[in-house]
């Protein structure tokens, strides 16, 4: 077995990525040591009977102290308050990221409480399922999804190496850029299409003339995947849109415009300009295929290659 990067590691926050850090820790041997902090008793109740760290506090900072690597892992608006109860347990020399969804914000709101000496480097797993909690987790939530770091100008070379190499070692590869452009790359591929299926769902279930049980019997594929990815944790994702609301405003207003555009082509009875439209969109979904990141499911709900031509079949 590999030799434990970090000899204490403390996870603020065991909702699904926080409890999936665990998992995987303990699969690749991560830390000797993982301390875990939540607000909530009834998750830190469930985080010792799920045996999910080897130790649990209810006040970050004792899980920070004496931590070489500390990872905020709660909703984004908690990063502020939360960077300020650990910031005097921090060790010198100890490494501080996150998975919050947004970058620029979490720099605004962190970075002034990071002593000196301490290595404050942001980062992004992009991974995640529907379903939230510290019983969520699993050690595989990881395997073959990215992970986005975002270092300052002035990050210390040698750490990000090490948060690098931890988050390979979790299964994720590593993309580094910077937080302006995350935003804008995340307004688009991951918050713009949430911001769509909670308003889709919701129209569904204010209709008049469609009851509720006709829009749950008769629901085709296309709206089954709106409510998924609309039963994510509600805190989340409103912290998420009041932390990006410049880059999520600016694609929102970009979709708004190519969505008056298609509105047009099916008044006008323009089959062309549909076609070509759905030609075009239609590309993209191969592209995600051969990327494979076309399910959210472990090893993306395959278990050999069969499964990914299959896919492209269909696709």
């Not at 908690?78 to 300020?84: R, S, V």
């Not at 395997?143 to 690098?164: F, H, V, Y």
């Not at 008049?208 to 409510?227: C, Y």
């Amino acid at each position: 077995m590999r030799s434990p990067l970090f000899d204490r590691v403390a996870i603020i926050g065991l909702g699904l990525i926080g409890s999936s850090l665990c998992h995987v820790m303990r699969r690749e041997n991560l830390a000797s040591e993982v301390a875990g902090s939540a607000r909530s008793a009834a998750t830190l109740k469930t985080a010792e009977r799920l045996k999910l760290c080897d130790r649990l506090y209810a006040d970050p900072a004792e899980a920070a102290a004496n931590a070489d690597l500390v990872i905020l892992c709660s909703p984004v608006g908690t990063y502020g308050a939360l960077a300020g109860k650990i910031a005097p347990a921090l060790k010198p020399g100890a490494i501080v990221s996150d998975v919050g969804s947004v970058k620029s914000t979490v720099i605004r709101d962190v970075g002034p409480h990071i002593p000196e000496g301490v290595h404050f480097i942001p980062g992004h797993p992009i991974a995640g399922t529907e379903h939230s909690g510290p019983e969520a987790g699993f050690a595989e939530l990881f395997d073959g999804r990215w992970a986005i770091l975002t270092p300052l100008p002035d990050s210390d070379a040698p750490a990000l190496e090490q948060l690098k190499s931890f988050w390979e070692r979790c299964g994720s590869p590593v993309e580094i850029m910077t937080p302006e452009h995350h935003d804008l790359v995340l307004a688009i591929t991951s918050h713009l299409p949430h911001l769509i299926a909670y308003n889709i769902v919701g129209t569904a279930s204010d209709l008049e003339t469609v009851t509720e049980k006709e829009v749950m019997k008769f629901s085709a594929g296309g709206f089954r995947d709106f409510t998924r990815i609309a039963s994510s944790d509600p805190t989340m994702w409103r912290d998420v849109f009041l932390n990006n609301k410049d880059a999520v405003l600016e694609m929102l207003g970009r979709f708004t415009e190519d969505l008056t555009e298609l509105q047009r082509a099916i008044r006008w009875g323009d089959g062309d300009k549909l076609f070509d439209k759905f030609s075009q969109t239609r590309a993209v979904r191969r592209g995600i295929i051969e990327a494979g990141q076309e399910t959210a499911d472990p090893d993306f709900g395959r278990k050999h290659g069969t499964q990914r031509e299959s896919a492209k079949k269909s696709a």
